[in-house]
């Protein structure tokens, strides 16, 4: 009898498993399903923007949509480029990315050297006093810095795409933080070797923060590139004009019979360089972004 | 150890940032108090010498605007929706990609990939997604319904004028909700799925030993744990949901409205950029301050709310 009972138990369990193990494998399958569509879903506006690109105007117009060009035109994206002056849009963001993320890398330096290494009065104070502002939208300070530049002058010039936003409290704050786990030591050696403080920054500094320098200006880069609303209020004239403004100054219809072809190989080019900067520098744009909940 | 010359060389150093954050944001601050509490305060008569009275002029004169309030509305509106489901898909996700093994950095990966993007450039993509060609007058055939559309059709259903001309306010409220949640997904599922992993393994193992369920494993453990990342998610969905301007315009063009209905989806931010050419600097620091004072409300009180929910 209780041998009996015994085995009835053994049973039970094993029965009770095995349906825990069915379960798992549902739950797993589940998962994936799950990730899968919302994959898809994520992806399919990427999907849908090159294969339109590539479709003739009479095929994008069908009633039911190919899934895949029948005929690839390629010269879809000859006629953007043309269309958009994607060439001199192109030129005109390259300029204000690069010498902005220069300059914004050269001031972040400074400033996160000295909040990290120096030791000066109201030190303290002032590095709360940069943070606060951290709290405070964009917005607020636009109306003003409209003003500014307009009595400065500096209305439809690169200058006023550059200057206002040279300087990032969260760049500064982010390599501070950096400097700061590099040992003191290092410093006071190579004071006592006679090695100055900037090329001490230079040569010992900035090699050991190099992925943090990275982050900044991959972001800052992408700044550039996506900066939309300041750029149209400021500069949107034809010679300053930025690529973001450009693409929708070149495209202003978004419904009805446009040529979508054409205006979605234009959005292509726009986002190929964003694929690069994704596809091989991920890693240090996560990890900034991670930190900062800033877009661009 | 404060040495003079160490003195002279921070503020040295310092210099260049601390000269263009005054400039480009400390007198903003001051000047845009300012300029809202100038009644009726205008650029252009300023440089001829008129002068304003102090008051709260502009700010009932903004609040009574019916623009303003079209405005305030929408971006209450996309707000409340966007920030609460692209919040918990989010976390579905998140979970989901943290307890795979195969395909978890390749899926990362893709769930990333729409952060990288130009929300205008985007926003083009997903209006073409959505926008018909040839609608008739009568509403019933039209050349091509958008892919959008063909699925729908292709479950039975009807098609619907998202954005196009005639198109109803929730059809275009719909796109834009779409679009925000994916837009805002990226950085979201970032955030959690990092929480997610910081957490320490010996919680689950002895929920393990205990035999406990799978649902109360999440609502007990994964959620508190996870507490602080989601308060951080949501308050800075929130701004950024107050924020809300460009993704209108990759979708609507920069009348922030289907064809026939000019400024019907425009925003608080929107609303900022369309008066400041006009000069009416005191209206639209009206407006600035009002959108800075909400923001600072809704941090308030999600901190505060943390503060009581969080689990440490």
Redesign the interface.
């Known amino acids: 009898m209780e041998k009996n009972n015994k085995i009835m138990q053994e049973h039970n369990l094993q029965s009770v498993s095995a349906q825990q193990s069915v379960l798992k494998i549902v ?2 399958a589940g ?2 399903l ?2 899968g569509i ?2 898809l ?3 399919f ?2 999907y ?2 090159i294969i ?1 690109s590539l479709k003739s105007l009479e095929e ?6 190919t899934l895949w060009p029948r005929v690839i035109i390629w010269s879809n994206y000859a006629e953007a480029f043309t269309e958009a002056s994607l060439g001199q849009l192109f030129l005109n963001t390259a300029y204000v990315g690069i010498v902005s993320t220069l300059l914004s890398l ?3 330096v ?2 996160a ?3 990290a290494r ?4 109201g ?1 303290n104070v ?1 590095f709360a006093g ?1 943070l606060a ?1 951290m ?3 964009g ?10 530049i ?1 009595q400065l002058g500096w209305m439809k010039t690169f200058t006023v795409l550059i ?5 990032s ?1 969260f760049y ?1 704050y982010l390599l501070r933080q950096n400097f700061l786990q590099i040992p003191n030591e290092l410093y006071l050696a190579a004071k006592v070797d006679g090695c100055g ?1 900037l090329k001490y920054l230079w040569k010992v500094m900035v090699p050991l923060a190099l992925p943090t320098l990275i982050s900044i200006t991959i972001l800052k880069m ?1 700044g550039a ?2 900066s ?2 300041w750029p149209r ?1 400021v500069a949107n004239d034809d010679a300053h004009r930025l690529i ?1 403004n450009g ?2 100054n070149a ?8 040529n ?1 072809p054409v ?2 190989a234009a ?1 292509a080019i ?2 190929a360089p ?2 690069l ?2 596809i091989f520098l ?1 890693k240090y ?2 990890k900034g ?2 930190r900062s ?1 800033i ?1 661009g | 150890m404060v040495d003079s010359k160490q003195q002279w060389k921070a503020w040295l150093y310092l210099s260049p940032a601390i000269i263009l954050l005054l400039v480009f944001t400390v007198w903003p601050i001051i000047n845009t108090v300012r300029l809202a509490f100038l009644e009726g305060y205008n650029a252009l008569e300023a440089t001829w010498g008129a002068t304003y009275n102090v008051g709260i002029g502009n700010f009932t004169k903004v609040l009574g605007f019916r623009e303003f309030k079209t405005c305030l509305v929408n971006t209450l509106l996309l707000t409340v929706l966007t920030v609460p489901i692209s919040t918990i898909l989010a976390l579905l996700i998140a979970v989901a990609l943290n307890s795979i093994k195969p395909l978890q950095k390749f899926l990362q990966t893709i769930f990333f990939l729409p952060y990288v993007t130009n929300s205008i450039a985007i926003g083009m993509v997903f209006a073409a997604m959505f926008n018909i060609i040839g609608l008739r007058p009568d509403g019933l055939n039209a050349d091509s319904w958008g892919i959008i559309n063909n699925v729908i059709m292709f479950f039975g259903g009807e098609p619907i004028n998202w954005i196009n001309a005639n198109s109803g306010y929730w059809a275009n409220i719909a796109v834009m909700t779409v679009y925000i949640v994916w837009n805002a997904l990226p950085f979201k599922i970032l955030i959690l799925l990092g929480g997610l992993q910081s957490i320490n393994k010996q919680y689950y193992d002895a929920a393990k030993v205990d035999g406990t369920p799978r649902r109360r494993v999440f609502t007990r453990i994964t959620v508190p744990l996870l507490s602080p990342m989601l308060a951080y998610v949501f308050i800075t969905g929130f701004i950024g949901g107050f924020k809300e301007y460009s993704s209108i315009v990759g979708i609507f063009g920069e009348k922030m409205g289907p064809v026939g209905d000019p400024y019907r989806l425009n925003t608080m931010v929107g609303y900022i950029y369309q008066v400041l050419p006009d000069t009416d600097y005191g209206v639209a620091s009206a407006a600035a301050l009002i959108l800075f004072a909400i923001i600072l409300l809704v941090t308030l009180i999600n901190m505060q709310v943390s503060k009581k929910r969080v689990h440490y």
Do not use: C, H
């Open positions: 739950v797993k998962t994936y799950f990730l919302m994959a879903i994520v992806l506006p990427f849908w923007m339109s994008y117009r069908e009633n039911i949509p050269v001031i972040t400074l400033s050297f000295a909040f120096l030791e000066f009065k030190k002032l940069l502002t709290m405070i939208p917005e607020l300070f636009t109306i003003t810095n409209y003003a500014t307009n200057v206002p936003f040279l300087v409290v500064i403080d992408m590139w996506n939309y609303v209020l973001t693409l929708r495209f202003t219809a978004t419904t009805g019979d446009v979508y205006q979605m959005v726009v986002s964003l694929f900067v994704f991920r744009i996560m972004v991670s909940g877009k």
